[in-house]
């Protein structure tokens, strides 16, 4: 069992940047693909990105290329989304998840998940 506890969200203007963080416990944080999904009211929820065990192999949805970067520190059992440029469209709450298998980019992919922590961008 893991358990997950993201936070760092909260109320920006447009253009500013906000650092969400994601706790890991219970079972060895080692070895897992981390993924960072989000899910706005009415839609179902999407990839934002993921990253390996090491960090050295990420991904990225379009959408966020460029603008967000996904990091993690395993002594800390932690996993990082620094959000640049954030635009109103980016208004989502936001959900960390360990891969278990399957597609990177698919939700069904992924067998544990933090609580959420809610972005909200203004104009």
């Known amino acids: 069992q893991v358990q997950l506890v993201e936070s760092g969200g909260g109320l920006v203007q447009a253009g500013g940047s906000l650092r969400l963080s994601c706790a890991a416990s219970?079972?060895?944080?080692?070895?897992?693909?981390m993924g960072w999904f989000r899910q706005a009211p009415g839609k179902e929820r999407e990839f934002v990105a993921a990253i390996s065990w090491s960090g050295g192999s990420t991904d990225y949805a379009d959408s966020v290329k460029g603008r967000f970067t996904i990091s993690r520190d395993n002594a800390k059992n932690t996993v990082y989304l620094q959000m640049n440029s954030l635009k109103p469209e980016d208004t989502s709450v936001y959900y960390c998840?360990?891969?278990?298998?399957?597609?990177?980019?698919?939700?069904?992919?992924?067998?544990?998940w933090g609580q959420g922590t809610q972005v909200t961008v203004s104009s």
């Open positions: 219970g079972r060895t944080f080692r070895g897992y693909v």
């Open positions: 998840a360990v891969l278990h298998s399957g597609p990177l980019t698919s939700v069904s992919s992924y067998n544990y």
